[in-house]
C-alpha cells in the first residue's frame, strides 16, 4: 500500500522543520550576545535540508528530507567600541553576534507553516486510508 | 477471479495513491534547496493503462524501466514553475496544496465508486434485499 509511505516522507519533513524551529529557537536567544573574543562570540545558526531519494532509478517520485547538518553564519560581527563593558578587549572593544532577529522571526514563520503544511498531508491520507479500509462495508 | 467492474477503479485508484505520493513528496521539500516539483499526468497513466505493453519487459529483478516511468505507464514529470525561487526549488505551496487537495477528491470519488459496485455486486449475488 504506496499511501504508507506518505507518513515516512511527511514525518522526515517535520523532524527536519522541527530542528530548524530549534535552531531559530538558540538563535533567537542568544540574539544581542556579546564577547570580547570574537572567537568565543555566538554565531547565528542554519540547518541545510537535501533531498533524501527512495532510490537510485527513483521511479516511484517519492522524496523525504534529509538533514545535512547545522552550519554556523559566516556574516561579519559587529565591532562596539564600549569601553566600559565588563567583556571588553585590552583596546575596549566587544563583539556582536550575527544574528540576525528579522531573519530568524522570518525562519520561524516559514517552519512552522511548513510544519503544519505536513501535519495537513498526514490527516488527508489518514483520512484517506481509513476510508479505503473500510470500503464494502 | 478478475472482475473488469472493479480492476477499472482499482487502477485509478492505484494512480491516484501515486500521485498523492508525488504530491506529499513535494510538500515535504518545500524548503530543500534545488529540489524539483514533480507530478503524474492522469491522461499520460490512461494512456499507458490502455496499452498495457508500454513498459519495458522485466525478466529480472536487475532489470531497470525506461527512465520516469512507473509500473503502471505514468511518467513522473518535473513541473515548470511560474516564478523562479534564489534557491533552485521549484515547489510552489499554493500549486502543490490545490493539486494534493483534488487529488484527494479523486481518490475518495473513485473510492465512492469502487464501493457502489461491490455494494451492487453484493446485492446481485444476494439476489435482491
Same mark, same amino acid.
Given at each position: 500500500m504506496s499511501?504508507?509511505k506518505?507518513?515516512d516522507? *511527511?514525518?522526515?519533513a @517535520?523532524?527536519?522543520? $522541527?530542528?530548524?524551529?530549534? +535552531?531559530t529557537?538558540?538563535?533567537?536567544?542568544?540574539?544581542?550576545s556579546?564577547?570580547g573574543?570574537?572567537?568565543?562570540?555566538?554565531? *547565528?545558526?542554519q540547518? +541545510?535540508?537535501?533531498?533524501?531519494? *527512495?532510490?537510485?532509478?527513483?521511479?516511484s517520485g517519492?522524496?523525504?528530507?534529509r538533514?545535512?547538518g547545522?552550519?554556523?553564519?559566516?556574516?561579519?560581527?559587529? @565591532?562596539?567600541?564600549?569601553?566600559?563593558?565588563?567583556?571588553?578587549? *585590552?583596546?575596549?572593544? +566587544?563583539?556582536v553576534?550575527n544574528? $540576525?532577529t528579522?531573519?530568524?522571526? +522570518?525562519n520561524m @514563520?516559514?517552519a512552522?507553516?511548513?510544519?503544519?503544511?505536513?501535519v495537513? @498531508?498526514?490527516n488527508t491520507?489518514?483520512?484517506?486510508l481509513?476510508?479505503t479500509?473500510s470500503?464494502?462495508? | 477471479?478478475?472482475?473488469p467492474a472493479?480492476?477499472?477503479?482499482?487502477?485509478?485508484?492505484?494512480?491516484?495513491?501515486?500521485r498523492?505520493?508525488? &504530491?506529499?513528496?513535494? =510538500?515535504?521539500?518545500?524548503d530543500?534547496?534545488?529540489?524539483k516539483?514533480?507530478?503524474?499526468?492522469?491522461?499520460d497513466? &490512461?494512456?499507458?493503462a490502455?496499452?498495457?505493453?508500454?513498459?519495458l519487459t522485466?525478466?529480472?529483478?536487475?532489470?531497470?524501466?525506461?527512465?520516469?516511468?512507473t509500473?503502471?505507464?505514468?511518467?513522473?514529470?518535473?513541473?515548470?514553475?511560474?516564478?523562479?525561487? &534564489?534557491?533552485?526549488?521549484?515547489?510552489?505551496?499554493?500549486?502543490?496544496?490545490?493539486?494534493f487537495?483534488?487529488?484527494? =477528491?479523486?481518490?475518495?470519488?473513485?473510492?465512492?465508486?469502487?464501493?457502489?459496485? =461491490?455494494?451492487?455486486?453484493?446485492?446481485?449475488?444476494?439476489?435482491?434485499?
Amino acid at each position: 500500500m504506496s499511501l504508507f509511505k506518505v507518513f515516512d516522507v *511527511a514525518g522526515s519533513a @517535520m523532524n527536519a522543520q $522541527s530542528v530548524r524551529m530549534n +535552531v531559530t529557537a538558540s538563535n533567537l536567544a542568544n540574539a544581542g550576545s556579546v564577547s570580547g573574543d570574537p572567537d568565543k562570540v555566538y554565531r *547565528a545558526k542554519q540547518p +541545510v535540508f537535501s533531498t533524501l531519494l *527512495a532510490s537510485h532509478d527513483d521511479q516511484s517520485g517519492l522524496a523525504g528530507v534529509r538533514l545535512e547538518g547545522v552550519v554556523e553564519s559566516a556574516a561579519p560581527l559587529q @565591532m562596539r567600541f564600549q569601553p566600559d563593558h565588563p567583556e571588553a578587549d *585590552a583596546d575596549g572593544n +566587544v563583539y556582536v553576534t550575527n544574528v $540576525s532577529t528579522v531573519e530568524e522571526m +522570518v525562519n520561524m @514563520m516559514s517552519a512552522s507553516r511548513s510544519y503544519k503544511n505536513n501535519v495537513e @498531508m498526514i490527516n488527508t491520507t489518514k483520512d484517506l486510508l481509513l476510508q479505503t479500509l473500510s470500503l464494502g462495508r | 477471479m478478475d472482475i473488469p467492474a472493479l480492476s477499472q477503479y482499482e487502477q485509478a485508484l492505484r494512480f491516484r495513491a501515486q500521485r498523492n505520493q508525488v &504530491l506529499s513528496s513535494n =510538500i515535504a521539500n518545500a524548503d530543500t534547496p534545488n529540489y524539483k516539483a514533480r507530478d503524474l499526468d492522469f491522461a499520460d497513466a &490512461l494512456k499507458g493503462a490502455r496499452q498495457e505493453s508500454i513498459g519495458l519487459t522485466a525478466t529480472s529483478d536487475q532489470h531497470k524501466q525506461a527512465w520516469g516511468t512507473t509500473r503502471d505507464g505514468a511518467h513522473t514529470m518535473y513541473r515548470v514553475p511560474t516564478q523562479s525561487t &534564489l534557491d533552485g526549488n521549484t515547489v510552489e505551496m499554493d500549486v502543490e496544496q490545490a493539486a494534493f487537495a483534488e487529488n484527494a =477528491i479523486q481518490y475518495r470519488a473513485s473510492l465512492a465508486f469502487l464501493d457502489g459496485q =461491490i455494494r451492487s455486486l453484493r446485492y446481485a449475488l444476494k439476489g435482491g434485499d
